[in-house]
Nanobody, 116 residues
Framework: QVQLVESGGGLVQPGGSLRLSCAASGFTFSTYRMNWYRQAPGKERELVATITSAGGMTNYGDSVKGRFTISRDNAKNTVYLQMNSLKAEDTALYYC?????????WGQGTQVTVSS
């Protein structure tokens, strides 16, 4: 069965950095694109970043472009989100997502809080 497990969230000061990880299992990870989403209280869930199966192409939401970097290690079945220059507005629950044979799978989320 498909499982996506996020980790790495926490409390960080504005301007700081965090690296999130999403460990995947139950499917052929290396053949699927992966995505990071986030959702802040009272706001819609928004796309943060996406990466193709081999990691050759990436896309980012406008609000994080230039600050966040998505990457993957197919040997470890893991996708990462490096977050730099964090702002208070980045505070949200961050989710890993995969779409496999038309089905959408989400991790449980990891909380990122940016505050002084």
């Amino acid at each position: 069965q498909v499982q996506l497990v996020e980790s790495g969230g926490g409390l960080v000061q504005p301007g700081g950095s965090l690296r999130l990880s999403c460990a995947a299992s139950g499917f052929t990870f290396s053949t699927y694109r992966m995505n990071w989403y986030r959702q802040a209280p009272g706001k819609e869930r928004e796309l943060v970043a996406t990466i193709t199966s081999a990691g050759g192409m990436t896309n980012y939401g406008d609000s994080v472009k230039g600050r966040f970097t998505i990457s993957r290690d197919n040997a470890k079945n893991t996708v990462y989100l490096q977050m730099n220059s964090l702002k208070a507005e980045d505070t949200a629950l961050y989710y890993c997502r995969a779409i496999i044979r038309g089905m959408t799978y989400w991790g449980q989320g990891t909380q990122v809080t940016v505050s002084s």
